[in-house]
């Protein structure tokens, strides 16, 4: 029997738990901003997809065989043709955290199937807009524990510029695309691929975009390529009180960027983990023009970082989320069993009964092997008293108590 296609995965109940922890954190910071949710389908038609990809996004495409439609490789361009087609009240402010697929070789930590969370905003051309996306990034980062990531910032229109000068237009977009592995393969493997298309010219560009110095300096050098880029980065830096560096050697590779790019590093080891920038004329391609800029956060990482984060600290991954297991001593109170499981719920406890009609002994098994900490035992005689026999599970304490003073230790109970 085959196992999951090559590139995806299946995600245990026990690691589907950190990932909800997770995207639950992104998505509560994302609504604190006022981001709304959108969904879209996960097939887009093949033009939608390939409309600003670019070359190196459009191979990675899952075509569906003999249709002329694939499966989504981001939630910006689905975003783009929603928004393109439907008159939304401006900024136009979404969110969506979804699957998303891109034929690529899988790799260590890289997969065909995975996760992405995104914000965008649809309708304004200030640069308010990335001062925003920023620091609700920066807020992502302070939230896993993360408070001083490295943000870098570059403008399309600046790299736009420095090709026009040097007379390189015709070969900007494999250029870019070699900037833009500088993460994956390297300086010195960049530097070499850019000779073999450059020649010389490849020392001159390099010298350029690797100056160094404070962002002020940066700006001025920017400004002789591309005054209204250089202007825009300094207005995003005047807008935020938190460290940005300018950073001339950034691209980010999809083509339909035009604007500020930006990525954000937690640390050498662990890479970018939140991306994005302005594509000021994706839009237009799907029907109706607007300015737009956005992020996505990097959920895998994220996910990863959790899962060793809580590893390292000893603690023990859950099977569960269920607080309590409402256990009926004899099959006969099965009934009030699950009335009692009612009124947790209704409280706001999870939790279950038994579906396989077992005795007390295997229904407390059940309840130790999936780690819920409390059970709930219910006999003749909490019937008649309206209670229950409330056992943490943990130090085997057992207390009888009446079902509103177990709802309030259940729930100030530290897990």
């Known amino acids: 029997m085959k196992l999951t296609p090559k590139g995806m995965r299946d995600f245990p109940p026990e690691d589907m738990i950190i990932r909800e922890e997770v995207i639950g954190i992104i998505k509560n910071i994302f609504k604190s901003y006022g981001y709304r949710p959108l969904d879209t389908p996960v097939m887009e038609y093949t033009d939608t997809l390939k409309a600003k990809a670019g070359e190196e996004v459009e191979r990675q495409i899952f075509m569906i065989e003999g249709k002329d439609y694939g499966l989504r490789f981001d939630l910006t361009v689905p975003m783009a ?130 100056s160094k110095g404070t962002n002020r300096q940066k700006l001025e050098l920017a400004s002789k390529y591309s005054e209204d880029g250089a202007r825009e980065l300094g207005e995003i830096l005047a807008l935020c009180n938190f460290d940005i560096e300018v950073d001339l050697f950034l691209v980010r590779g999809l083509g339909y960027y035009t604007g500020p790019v930006y990525e954000i590093k937690l640390s050498d080891d662990i890479g970018t983990v939140v991306a994005g920038g302005r594509y000021d004329n994706l ?28 590893k390292s600290a000893n603690v023990v991954k859950k099977k569960t989320t269920s607080q309590l297991f409402v256990a009926a001593v004899k099959p006969e109170f099965y009934k009030n069993a699950v009335e009692v499981a009612s009124e947790f719920r209704t409280a706001g406890i999870l939790c279950e009964t038994d579906l ?13 092997v999936l780690g819920i900490p409390f059970a709930a035992i219910i006999g003749e005689r909490e019937i008649k008293e309206k209670s229950v026999t409330l056992k943490n599970m943990i130090s085997g304490k057992e207390e009888s108590v009446k079902i509103k003073d177990a709802i309030l230790k259940i729930a100030s109970y530290k897990y």
């Open 81 to 210: 043709r929603y928004a393109a087609t439907n008159d939304e009240p401006k900024p136009f402010k979404r969110y969506a955290i979804e699957k998303v697929w891109r034929k690529e070789e899988p790799q260590r930590g890289r997969f065909r199937e995975f996760y992405q969370a995104d914000v965008d905003i649809v309708g304004s051309n200030s640069m308010r807009c990335e001062a925003e996306v920023l620091s609700l990034a920066k807020d992502v980062c302070s939230a896993f524990g993360f408070n001083k990531p490295r943000i870098l910032i570059n403008n399309r229109k600046i790299l736009d510029g420095i090709a026009a000068k040097m007379g390189i237009e015709d070969k900007k977009s494999e250029v870019f695309r070699i900037l833009d592995k500088l993460d994956k393969a390297g300086e010195k493997a960049v530097a070499e691929m850019l000779t073999e298309v450059l020649g010389v010219k490849s020392k001159e560009l390099l010298k350029i975009i690797k």
């Open 283 to 310: 839009l237009q391609t799907y029907g109706q023009a607007a300015p737009a800029t956005g992020i996505s956060v990097g959920i895998e990482r994220l996910v990863t970082l959790m899962s060793e984060k809580k």
């Open 356 to 368: 396989n009609e077992r005795n007390l002994r295997k229904q407390l098994d059940y309840v130790n």
